[in-house]
């Protein structure tokens, strides 16, 4: 009888230690999952603001689209060099490696992946949510093709950028580029385009003379020999970028390893506009990145949307990643011209 009394506690101690595991057990998995639904509405929450904070700064509207205008370089006949570095025979439109790459980087910006799987190596990490469509498109030539409703970035020099030409002229952005033509002390058919660079006597091409001189390389009946200059002249061409002009700096910026990004807000349209350039590709490259890469600060710093800014970088040579700001600049206002001049085809 005893042992029966001892074993039949035995199975009551069990069956309550059980019971109790099984409580226990219940509220730790039931704890697991509110800490991991919590950590999802975190993580969700915080990518909406970073979202909220992302359409903010750069005028995304109900439209959400973006375009990404590129730099459009037109190559005549004969006028491209192979990786042989031949003269080819390509003719035609192209865009530059440098701005396509810094372009691609604001479509990661503006594409991310699931949240709970952002930092997981499995599949579900490649699923991308894009809530904004993005465009990077090639200049237009005609400033009636530049997009009317949503915001856009211009990339590169009004050279190349019919969109970049539109905010220097119509938007009067306050970093501008001067352009070779405007060096030249008129526009006479005998305007020499080369120069003795000191008092020494030099060889001096009139713009007639140099026009044909062109026109027969592009022909093939003469090449780039006949017109590399002396070591005492320098040629002038008339619509490349030989300087950046910033409101508020006394002396133009001629440094090639300089660039800017500026934010110019249209509060009649309520529409952003992104002017990002440098002399070359390199700067305008290395602004681009820095645009890309610093756009939290400057939503911090700049919180206000309506507020235009501007912002000058001095880039490590060889290294477009790294940048120093230079000068800054913000609160200014703007002032509207409808109409600027388009080049006609054909021109360069």
Not at 137 to 166: V, W
Not at 231 to 244: G, S
Request: hydrophobic content about 35%; proline content about 6%; glycine content about 6%.
């Amino acid at each position: 009888m005893p042992y029966i009394v001892f074993i039949g506690l035995l199975i009551w101690c069990f069956v309550v230690l059980v019971q109790n595991l099984k409580s226990v057990a219940v509220n730790i998995v039931s704890d697991f999952w509110f800490v991991v639904f919590g950590i999802i509405i975190a993580g969700l929450y915080y990518h909406l603001s970073q979202r909220t904070r992302l359409w903010k700064f750069f005028g995304i509207s109900s439209s959400q689209r973006f375009v990404i205008y590129l730099s459009r370089i037109r190559v005549r006949l004969r006028g491209a060099i192979g990786i042989d570095n031949k003269n080819r025979r390509y003719q035609g439109n192209t865009i530059t490696l440098g701005e396509i790459k810094s372009a691609n980087e604001f479509r990661r910006i503006f594409n991310y992946p699931l949240p709970a799987f952002s930092d997981n190596p499995d599949p579900l990490s490649k699923f991308l949510i894009s809530d904004i469509e993005v465009q990077i498109l090639p200049s237009p030539l005609k400033q009636k093709d530049i997009e009317k409703t949503s915001p856009f970035i211009a990339l590169g020099s009004p050279a190349y950028n019919i969109a970049s030409t539109y905010i220097e002229k119509c938007l009067h952005s306050q970093v501008k580029f001067r352009l070779g033509r405007e060096t030249l002390p008129s526009e006479s058919p005998n305007t020499p385009i080369i120069r003795p660079q000191s008092d020494t006597s030099g060889e001096v091409f009139a713009r007639e003379d140099w026009l044909s001189l062109t026109n027969s390389i592009s022909e093939g009946t003469a090449s780039i020999a006949d017109i590399s200059p002396e070591p005492n002249r320098t040629i002038i061409q008339p619509d490349i970028a030989t300087a950046i002009i910033v409101s508020g700096l006394p002396d133009p910026i001629t440094d090639l390893n300089y660039g800017f990004i500026e934010r110019i807000v249209d509060h009649e349209q309520n529409r952003c506009y992104f002017y990002v350039a440098g002399i070359t590709e390199f700067g305008t490259s290395g602004a681009a990145y820095y645009l890309a890469k610093h756009w939290k600060e400057l939503s911090e710093k700049y919180d206000d949307p309506y507020q235009s800014f501007f912002r000058v970088l001095r880039l490590t040579p060889d290294d477009h990643t790294n940048a120093q700001v230079i000068f800054e600049n913000s609160g200014y206002g703007i002032h509207r011209e409808e109409q600027i001049e388009t080049p006609q085809q054909g021109e360069d």
